[in-house]
């Protein structure tokens, strides 16, 4: 009574093993817009590891007979046997393109006779099993130059603005992937005020534009990392510097109409300028650039320079953080430069 309780569960075991076994996967790439016909490479499929000739019982076949693909969008590839090693291969049927497909999940089926002549739609080719599992990959080709969402950018920007901030970030898309897909931006031609961040397409003020009457104009560009590397259309960028408010003027000294040394900024006009209190020691938040006369000295002279949290070159005119800012125990701070003309020294 034992063994024969037991001998059916052995048997349905068995059955349910073989009906479960797992077959062999194999892997293989193509680029993309490769011509028809381009080998599927680093995939073969060697045909003693798919026992045809177990489950069809006949070596009279050839094995391009006794093989059709399945799966989504088979239709792209087609099968054929290399006879002296004895393997199986895919070719491409077509152009495939990545950015519509990046991969495709086939599976590799044996029938048996002269099924290869037969219309499967039809259902006169029936299939004996799946015998492998193939995936291959549509690898990225280059073929997609990097887009800006606009082809112009206008700005209009405070002249008073500190040095080194972003006053614009640039972000070009690229339809590829991987390294074709890594952009570096840049700026033609290149002035002296404005500098592209290659790896951010920050736009960074890099030279005071005090008192700046005209509109700075540039073009800016991205590229990717591609072989060969493919360049955007240009954005054409305009910025347009304005002056800062000035204080109300007080009631006008009678001095006012003795003879006064030339100087950049009148001491009635001062300008105001922003600055992050996590600004670093050292960082230069403003350059006193002379636009009255050629050549110019400058002089910190209030607040003392001992007691005073930046400090200004006397040649450049920079104005430097020197000691950490605090908003909370300083939240503005009043600073007089004096800038004279050196030929009236």
């Not at 349910?16 to 293989?28: A, I, K, S």
């Not at 510097?241 to 003795?258: D, F, Y």
């Not at 040649?315 to 909370?328: F, M, N, P, Q």
Request: some cysteine; proline content about 7%; overall charge negative.
């Amino acid at each position: 009574m034992i063994w024969v309780m037991f001998f059916p569960f052995l048997i349905s075991s068995i059955t349910g093993n073989r009906t479960t076994e797992l077959v062999p996967f194999f892997h293989g790439h193509v680029f993309e817009n490769s011509p028809p016909g381009s080998r599927v490479n680093g995939l073969s499929v060697p045909l003693k590891r798919l026992n045809s000739l177990r489950l069809c019982g006949s070596e009279s076949s050839s094995a391009a007979a006794h093989f059709k693909l399945q799966g989504d969008g088979n239709e792209n590839f087609r099968v054929f046997a290399h006879h002296k090693r004895g393997h199986i291969l895919l070719k491409t049927s077509r152009v495939l393109d990545r950015e519509e497909r990046a991969a495709y999940a086939l599976g590799l089926s044996l029938c048996c006779g002269q099924c290869a002549g037969l219309s499967w739609k039809d259902g006169e080719a029936p299939l004996v099993a799946e015998v492998a599992s193939i995936q291959v990959d549509v690898l990225d080709t280059n073929d997609h130059q990097p887009t800006f969402p606009s082809a112009e950018l206008k700005l209009s920007l405070d002249d008073a603005t500190a040095l080194r901030s972003a006053v614009y970030s640039f972000s070009a898309r690229d339809e590829d992937s991987g390294k074709n897909a890594e952009l570096i931006y840049f700026a033609l031609p290149k002035n002296g005020s404005f500098y592209a961040v290659p790896k951010t397409g920050d736009i960074l003020l890099v030279d005071s534009i005090l008192g700046l009457g005209e509109v700075i104009t540039f073009k800016v560009f991205a590229r990717d990392r591609g072989w060969p590397p493919r360049t955007s259309q240009s954005v054409a960028v305009e910025i347009n510097p304005r002056q800062w408010p000035v204080a109300p003027s007080g009631t006008p000294n009678p001095k006012s109409q003795i003879r006064r040394s030339r100087s950049a900024t009148e001491s009635d006009n001062p300008v105001f300028i922003s600055v992050s209190e996590d600004a670093g020691i050292g960082s230069v938040v403003m350059n006193l650039n002379p636009v009255k006369f050629q050549s110019a000295s400058f002089e910190l002279m209030e607040p003392e320079p001992d007691s005073s949290p930046v400090s200004v070159s006397r040649d450049s005119g920079d104005i430097v953080i020197i000691r950490k800012l605090d908003r909370e125990t300083e939240p503005l701070l009043d600073i007089t430069v004096k800038v004279q003309d050196k030929r009236d020294i």
